[in-house]
């Protein structure tokens, strides 16, 4: 994939915070998004140690799956090291280089992203899948293990597959818990770029027809697991 990077890396973390508010209006959250994408890629990043520091080892994958079929097509990796300490908010800034890095190894577009993280449910509503999807220009959504933690649930989750409630801060709708097995805790969807809430829902559920997470987001996190370990010999 060739993928240029519209602005440069931070420095800090003012230069963050301003670069997050800057583009947070070129992230496109109505849609539609592809309807019947071909190939979906699921996006990780793994890390040697929880320090948060700069410097700290780190491995991203990304593997591309049928849609259909859900067997993986292609697979990449990159490994570096974190240029960008730990600060709330601002975690894409320690995943974004090493994940497009990846995503430039690869020799297939995919159609959808779909990352280990926030997108629109995000403290100035531009988390790591809204900032993958502006700089890729790929329809991109977030799919994360825990909620945003300023996100209240609206109304009741049912314990069925497929039963969702909203999430919102406030009265303004950041994304959904989405129940994708029978009676498993819900993962938590919000869109990133150039998809609705109902598209990204209906296609982590379909990526999700056995486990609670959606295939692209089990076979990236141990592709970024076995990286690391390779890396570190």
């Known amino acids: 994939m060739h993928i240029e990077v519209p602005?440069?890396?931070?420095?800090?973390?003012?230069?963050?915070?301003?670069?997050?508010?800057?583009?947070r209006s070129a992230a496109d959250h109505a849609g539609p998004g592809p309807q019947r994408p071909r190939l979906v890629a699921g996006l990780d990043v793994a890390y040697r140690g929880g320090g948060g520091a700069v410097g700290d080892e780190v491995a991203a994958a990304v593997v591309v799956v049928d849609a259909g079929t859900l067997?993986?097509?292609e697979e990449a990796t990159a490994v570096g090291r974190a240029t960008f300490p730990y600060v709330?908010?601002?975690f894409a800034f320690r995943e974004l280089p090493v994940l497009i890095e990846a995503l430039r190894k690869l020799r297939t577009t995919p159609d959808l992203l779909l990352c280990d993280g926030q997108g629109l449910a995000h403290t100035r509503r531009f988390g790591l899948a809204c900032h993958l999807g502006v700089i890729t220009?790929?329809?991109?959504?977030g799919v994360a293990k825990t909620p945003y933690p300023a996100a209240h649930q609206a109304g009741h989750l049912g314990s069925a597959r497929g039963s969702y409630a909203d999430l919102k801060e406030g009265m303004e709708p950041l994304g959904r818990a989405l129940r994708t097995q029978d009676g498993v805790k819900p993962v938590y969807v919000s869109t990133g770029h150039r998809i609705d809430l109902d598209t990204a829902c209906r296609h982590v559920l379909a990526l999700a027809p056995k486990y609670r997470l959606p295939e692209t987001t089990r076979l990236a996190d141990r592709l970024s697991r076995d990286a690391l370990a390779l890396a570190l010999g």
């Open 7 to 23: 602005h440069a890396w931070p420095a800090d973390e003012a230069e963050a915070v301003a670069l997050q508010n800057r583009l």
């Open 71 to 73: 067997a993986p097509v």
């Open 137 to 141: 220009g790929i329809s991109t959504a």
């Open 88 to 90: 709330s908010g601002l």
